[in-house]
């Protein structure tokens, strides 16, 4: 059963950092692609950061780009996402999923953890 | 820069039929977005309905079905459900990694 689970999120000041890490486990980490997705409170959904399997390669939304940097340990099976200088506006739910083949879809998904950003 | 658009809201009748759709505001969407849509319920997660335009996750009921309408993506649902009512959000892939959700749906069952 594929399973994932976010930790990391809380409360920080404007400009401040944090690190959200995302535990995987009943599939073969390395081999998949994986997201990160933001749902600040009341909204929509909005694509935040992709990764390669190997990690080599990664990809942001223009709304994050520069601030935030994703990872991936796969002896681990852990993926991460680091965020810099926060704004009140990346206030939401962060979701780590599960990408199905290469990019672009997700098939599982974590239940999120909140990220609350506020002076 | 591109925007993906769904009808913020839609009615259905309990047993009735509905197609939401997305689009893009400018182009058309094809199956090279390999669009995909998502269903979710207040303080849940998201669920994977459809992806690659028409193929049903696993475990998905198969009165959902995806399809290319037009110039856009779509997601029926057909005999629809007390508990359908829910958001619904579709997902395209731009290329070069990047992936861009619509503004979702507000499915209303009654």
């Known amino acids: 059963e594929v399973q994932l689970l976010e930790s990391g999120g809380g409360f920080v000041q404007p400009g401040g950092s944090l690190r959200l890490s995302c535990a995987a486990s009943?599939?073969?980490?390395?081999?998949?692609?994986m997201g990160w997705v933001r749902q600040a409170p009341g909204k929509g959904l909005e694509w935040v950061s992709g990764i390669s399997g190997s990690g080599g390669s990664t990809y942001y939304a223009d709304s994050v780009k520069g601030r935030f940097t994703m990872s991936r340990d796969n002896p681990k099976n852990t993926l991460f996402l680091q965020m810099n200088s926060l704004r009140v506006e990346d206030t939401a739910v962060y979701y780590c999923a599960k990408g199905r083949i290469g990019f672009g879809e997700f098939d599982y998904w974590g239940q999120g953890t909140l990220v609350t950003v506020s002076s | 820069q591109t925007v993906v658009t769904q009808e913020p809201s839609f009615s259905v009748s309990p047993g009735g039929t509905v197609t939401l759709t997305c689009g893009l505001s400018s182009g058309s969407v094809s199956t090279s977005y390999y669009p995909s849509w998502y269903q979710q319920t207040p303080g849940q997660a998201p669920r994977t309905l459809i992806y690659?335009?028409?193929s049903r996750s696993s475990g998905v009921p198969d009165r959902f079905s995806g399809s290319i309408l037009g110039s856009k993506a779509a997601l029926t649902i057909t005999g629809a459900q007390a508990d359908d009512e829910s958001d619904y959000y579709c997902?395209?892939?731009?290329?070069?990694?990047?992936?861009?959700f619509g503004g979702g749906t507000k499915l209303t069952v009654l």
């Open positions: 009943g599939f073969t980490f390395s081999t998949y692609t």
């Open positions: 997902l395209l892939y731009m290329g070069s990694g990047i992936s861009v």
């Open positions: 690659s335009t028409d």
